[in-house]
Nanobody
Framework: QVQLVESGGGLVQAGDSLRLSCAAS????????VAWFRQRPGKDREFVAA??????????YYADSVKDRFSVSRDNAQNVVSLEMNSLKPEDTAFYHC???????????????????WGQGTQVTVSS
């Protein structure tokens, strides 16, 4: 069982930066792929970024819409995965969730259904 708690959301202006954190409880955190998803009003949940677990070499993955602006990192000693968001745009406004799975395969990394554990989420609002 893994519990996830997000933090770091807030209201910022376009061009600003924000850092989200996903703190996990539970054993063997390093084995888990941890992903960030976001959901905008009226839209489906959207993949943002992920950090693979130990079997995947902790490699990061990004959606095309954020790959030049966002950076995902993990601290296995602290059981935390962070999402550094730079050059924020109004279209980045969404509710951001982190999710974790120890069994997700590479092709399913962007798929919400591949993750068994989800945090409650944190709101990010970017004003123009």
């Amino acid at each position: 069982q893994v519990q996830l708690v997000e933090s770091g959301g807030g209201l910022v202006q376009a061009g600003d930066s924000l850092r989200l954190s996903c703190a996990a409880s539970g054993r063997a955190f390093r084995e888990y792929t941890v992903a960030w998803f976001r959901q905008r009003p009226g839209k489906d949940r959207e993949f943002v970024a992920a950090s693979r677990g130990s079997r995947g070499g902790y490699r990061p993955y990004y959606a095309d819409s954020v790959k030049d602006r966002f950076s995902v990192s993990r601290d296995n000693a602290q059981n935390v995965v962070s999402l550094e968001m730079n050059s924020l745009k109004p279209e980045d406004t969404a509710f951001y969730h982190c999710a974790a799975s120890s069994t997700v395969i590479l092709s399913s990394v962007p798929t919400p259904g591949a993750y068994a554990y989800w945090g409650q989420g944190t709101q990010v609002t970017v004003s123009s």
